[in-house]
């Protein structure tokens, strides 16, 4: 799965799960859904990555956080002001390249009681 606007290598997905130290996806593991205090509709589950992050499809390759903390730098994302993004409700949105470290840490955590840093 690819943006229609993906100028890529064929085969290759710019979507990326967020996998770290208290996010939603474990390595190794499942997790419950009752593990998540935070806000699931502001929690990160997929993150869209720009050209030169994308991988084959399928391939055991996900989002940490350092490359989700410099995506808002990057100058190749898809999209000129954002990026995609699905949340653990279920919902897909875009997010601004104006995040923060702070409002992108918050939106990786999954129990961090830091939904307010996001209204910010």
């Known amino acids: 799965m690819f943006c229609r606007t993906f100028d890529g290598p064929p085969n290759h997905t710019t979507y990326l799960a967020v996998v770290v130290p208290g996010g939603f996806f474990l390595p190794t593991e499942s997790r419950k859904l009752s593990e998540i205090t935070d806000d699931r509709a502001t929690t990160l589950m997929v993150i869209e990555v720009d050209a030169e992050h994308s991988v084959p499809w399928m391939s055991p390759v996900d989002a940490d956080e350092a490359l989700i903390l410099s995506l808002?730098?990057?100058?190749t994302l898809s999209h000129s002001s954002e990026m995609s993004a699905v949340f653990v409700d279920g919902r897909g949105r875009f997010l601004s390249r104006e995040n923060d470290a702070k409002q992108l840490?918050?939106?990786i955590s999954i129990a961090g009681r830091d939904d307010a840093e996001l209204q910010e």
């Open 72 to 75: 808002p730098s990057s100058q």
């Open 105 to 107: 840490r918050a939106m």
